[in-house]
């Protein structure tokens, strides 16, 4: 679901916090195709983040979302801007470069403005597929319904 049809769904602007990209690991694909998520965050998880935004810097972080280890770093959105999300994993997690089929990424917005990048290693012998898409809410629980006129 895109931003542009939650937009619409909802009638008016959605703000950014809301929202969120997410990209599975090669084993969480639940089509085998490489696919774009961009979906409402979990509630709990925008809680989370915002609670974690003053701690989030430019390095990673090992951090537990949704029972799973997700290594998070805050960045810019001009240096998101200057290099791919995938480039800079690989960059900077050294683990990543030889395997990135193992990881999942998500992107949302922090509190202050910034952007965090969440990335996720599958791990089978924790129940872990790496599927980033956990962070998201289909639902869209953190868009209030707006109440029509009688």
């Given amino acids: 679901m895109s931003g542009l049809c939650l937009r619409q769904r909802r009638g008016s602007p959605i703000d ?10 090669q084993y969480g ?10 979906s409402c ?4 998880v925008r809680q989370q983040l915002d609670q974690l935004t003053p701690q989030l810097s430019g390095r990673w ?7 799973h280890r997700y ?20 960059d900077e997690r050294s683990q990543a470069r ?13 509190s202050d403005g910034r952007l965090v990048l969440m990335a ?4 089978w012998l924790l129940l872990n597929s790496g599927s980033a898409e956990e962070v998201q809410d289909h639902a869209c629980q953190l868009i209030a319904p707006i109440k029509k006129a009688a």
């Fill in 16 to 25: 950014d916090r809301v929202l969120s990209l997410a990209i599975n690991s």
């Fill in 29 to 38: 694909r639940t089509q085998n195709q490489l696919h774009i998520h961009i």
């Fill in 41 to 44: 965050l979990r509630p709990d």
């Fill in 61 to 67: 972080q090992s951090i537990t979302l949704r029972k």
């Fill in 71 to 90: 290594w998070l770093r805050a960045l810019t959105p001009d240096e998101l801007t200057r290099q791919s999300a995938f480039i800079r994993l690989a």
């Fill in 98 to 110: 030889s395997e990135m089929g193992k990881y999942g990424l998500a992107l949302a917005e922090l």
């Fill in 120 to 123: 996720i290693e599958r791990n």
